[in-house]
C-alpha cells in the first residue's frame, strides 16, 4: 500500500477512490429517513417548506396553545430541520407550503401562505374536540 501511495498515478486512484466512498456515505446519511420519521406518533406535526408563510409567526401561540390543551406539537422546518434528496410528493406539496398531521401520520391539513395560526388551532379544536 505504501509503494501505491509513493506512485502519483496510483496514490491518485487512491484518492479518488475515498471521495467517491465519502460521496457515497453522505448519500447514505441524507436519505436514511422517511416523511413518516418527521411525525411522531404521540404528536401533532407542522412541516413547512422554506418559504416564508404566513403560518411561521404564530409558531409560539400555536406551541402554547398546546401545551395548554395536554397536546404534543412537533415543527419542522424545509432546509432548517431537514433536506429533500429524491423530489416527489413531498417536496412539492412543501413548495410555498406545508402539512399539519396529526399522530396517527396522516395528514390532516394542508398549510398555504394565507394560513393563519389560528387556523390550525380552529382544525386542532375540530380534531380533538373544545
Not at 96 to 124: C, W, Y
Request: with cysteine.
Amino acid at each position: 500500500m505504501i509503494a501505491a501511495l509513493e506512485d502519483l498515478v496510483q496514490r491518485s486512484k487512491v484518492e479518488e477512490g475515498i471521495e467517491g466512498q465519502r460521496e457515497h456515505f453522505d448519500d447514505i446519511r441524507e436519505c436514511q429517513w422517511s416523511t413518516l420519521d418527521l411525525c411522531a406518533p404521540d404528536a401533532f406535526t407542522l412541516i413547512l417548506g422554506n418559504e416564508d408563510i404566513r403560518v411561521v409567526s404564530h409558531i409560539t401561540h400555536i406551541q402554547e396553545y398546546c401545551r395548554g390543551k395536554g397536546v404534543a406539537f412537533n415543527f419542522w422546518r424545509l432546509g432548517t430541520d431537514f433536506n429533500i434528496v429524491r423530489q416527489g410528493w413531498f417536496s412539492t406539496e412543501l413548495n410555498k407550503s406545508g402539512v399539519f398531521v396529526r399522530p396517527d401520520q396522516h395528514i390532516m391539513m394542508r398549510v398555504t401562505e394565507e394560513t393563519a395560526g389560528n387556523n390550525l388551532i380552529a382544525m386542532l379544536d375540530n380534531h380533538i374536540g373544545k
